[in-house]
Nanobody, 120 residues
C-alpha cells in the first residue's frame, strides 16, 4: 500500500552535514507520524527523531541540537537535517511511517535504509 524510499546518505567527515529524505508513495490515504531510526553494527535499532502530521517533534537525547526533522505533507516527504556529525552517528538510517492506505487499516511502514558513515 505504502512504499518509503530514503535518499541522501553517504560518507562525511566529522563535523560535516548530511540531509536525508524519505518519500512515501503508493495508494495513500493519510500519513501520520513519520520518523527516522538508525541501527549501528551490533546494536539495536533506535529512534533518532519523529514528527507528527501536525509538526510536533521529538528527538533522541544524543542528537538534540544537531539534527532537525521536518516534513512536507503535500509531498508525503520527511527530511532529517544532520549537522555536526560525529563518528558515533555512523549507522544505517531507516525511515518509518504510520500510514493508512486507501483500502486498509493504519499500519507501520519501513524504508530500505540508507548508510551514513562519519569518518574521524
Amino acid at each position: 500500500q505504502v512504499q518509503l524510499v530514503e535518499s541522501g546518505g553517504g560518507l562525511v567527515q566529522a563535523g560535516g552535514s548530511l540531509r536525508l529524505s524519505c518519500a512515501a508513495s503508493g495508494r495513500i490515504f493519510s500519513i501520520y507520524t513519520m520518523g527516522w531510526y538508525r541501527q549501528a553494527p551490533g546494536k539495536q535499532r533506535e529512534l533518532v527523531a519523529a514528527i507528527t502530521r501536525g509538526g510536533s517533534t521529538n528527538y533522541a537525547d544524543s542528537v538534540k541540537g544537531r539534527f532537525t526533522i521536518s516534513r512536507d505533507n503535500a509531498k508525503n516527504t520527511a527530511y532529517l537535517q544532520m549537522n555536526s556529525l560525529k563518528p558515533d552517528d555512523t549507522a544505517v538510517y531507516y525511515c518509518n511511517a504510520q500510514a493508512r492506505g486507501l483500502s486498509g487499516p493504519t499500519d507501520n511502514y519501513w524504508g530500505q535504509g540508507t548508510q551514513v558513515t562519519v569518518s574521524s
